[in-house]
Each structure stands twice: as structure tokens, then as C-alpha cells.
């Protein structure tokens, strides 16, 4: 970065170079337009910023990011119980949710297996997911992983889990018309709603 450039600017522009998508010059064209907006609207968005943590929660029930715990969903007593939809990330649960046509449960794995980058099964929530098998409501756990090497895998390794310790609840996962690759967060709603309504079991 130029030599010229301010502490404080050089301080904000080096930390949102760190987001996704921000290399150093678009870091600094954000810091710049920052600059040229109204005083209010900066501070509005650095109070946003800075309350984030305060006031969102991750939901103790599906591992949701929420500003209540537990989360709308999981507290909404018109959706089933006996159906939980496992997902990788919270997003793919907004994506399927989004569609209106799942009423069943949702929980967040927090990942998939992906031994290329060294994410083994530690790095899932899987003692979540016991414990709210272990409560007994779950008849079917269905599998929303995406249809990707690593989703492929995961599916396997929790299926195997399921089948084993609660060798009672069916187990399925989305119909496999999504294209290979797909992730669940960025697939279409009617596509979503095909491959819910045609799941197989696993
Ligand atoms: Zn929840």
C-alpha cells in the first residue's frame, strides 16, 4: 500500500481486504465510498457491525444463526417434528426454507467431510445431531448435503453413523436429479422441491 496513505485508512482497508472476494484495491475503493457516504449511514453500518456479535445467536436446537434462542424454526409448533433435514451450512436452510415446502425440522452440520482439506469428522456438529436423535421425535432424517465429492462422502459416513445407533430412523437424502457438483444453497426452488418430494433412502 502507498506509503502516503493515513493510519486509520490503511487500518480499515487492510482488515477488509481480509473478506471474501475484497483483494487490496476493491478493500480500498469500499474505504473510499465509505468516506463519501453521509456520517449517519457510516456509523449506522460500523454499529452493525460492531452489535453483530451481541445480538445474533447460534440456535441451541439446529446450530442457526438467529436472534433468539431457539430459532423461529425450531420454535414454530406447526412444523413437524418427526422429520429432520440435515444441511451442510445455515445458508442451504434458508435456500430450502425459502421454497415453503419442507414443515419438517432443520440442523446444521457445519460442514462436510473434506479430507483434502484436512476437515474430519471433528470439525462437524455431530454431537448435536446425536443428542436430538437420541430425543427420540426424529423418524427420518433427510440427507440436504448438496451432491458434491465431499457431500457424497459425508452422506456415507452419516448414514453409517445413523445405521448404527439408531438403526430405526429412515434415513434419505435429496433425488439425485441436482447436477453433480450442485450445491444446496444455490439450486433453484423448483428443483429443490422435486428432489425433496422424490428423495431416496440410503
Ligand atoms: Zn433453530
Redesign the pocket.
Known amino acids: 500500500m502507498h506509503s502516503q496513505i493515513p493510519e486509520p485508512l490503511r487500518a480499515l482497508v487492510e482488515q477488509l481486504a481480509r473478506l471474501p472476494g475484497l483483494g487490496p484495491k476493491s478493500a480500498m475503493r469500499v474505504a473510499m465510498t465509505l468516506l463519501k457516504w453521509p456520517e449517519a449511514e457510516t456509523r449506522r453500518l460500523g454499529r452493525g457491525i460492531h452489535d453483530l456479535r451481541d445480538d445474533l445467536h447460534l ?6 444463526l ?1 436472534a433468539t ?7 414454530d409448533d406447526t412444523r413437524s417434528r418427526d422429520t429432520l433435514c440435515l444441511v451442510a451450512e445455515w445458508d442451504s436452510m434458508l435456500t430450502l426454507d425459502e421454497g415453503g415446502f419442507y414443515h419438517g425440522q ?1 440442523m446444521i452440520l457445519g460442514g462436510l467431510l473434506a479430507p483434502l482439506a484436512h476437515a474430519d469428522s471433528e470439525s462437524l456438529d455431530l454431537d448435536r445431531l446425536i443428542a436430538r436423535l437420541e430425543e427420540g421425535e426424529v423418524r427420518e432424517l433427510i440427507l440436504a448435503l448438496g451432491a458434491t465429492i465431499d457431500a457424497e462422502n459425508t452422506a456415507s459416513f452419516i448414514r453409517n453413523l445413523v445405521r448404527k445407533r439408531f438403526p430405526q430412523i429412515r434415513v434419505s437424502r435429496l433425488a439425485q436429479g441436482i447436477p453433480l457438483g450442485a450445491e444446496v444453497k444455490y439450486m433453484d426452488r423448483e428443483t429443490l422441491r422435486q428432489s425433496l418430494q422424490y428423495r431416496q433412502d440410503i
Open positions: 440456535c441451541s436446537r439446529c446450530g442457526g438467529s434462542d431457539p430459532c423461529a424454526i425450531c420454535k432443520y
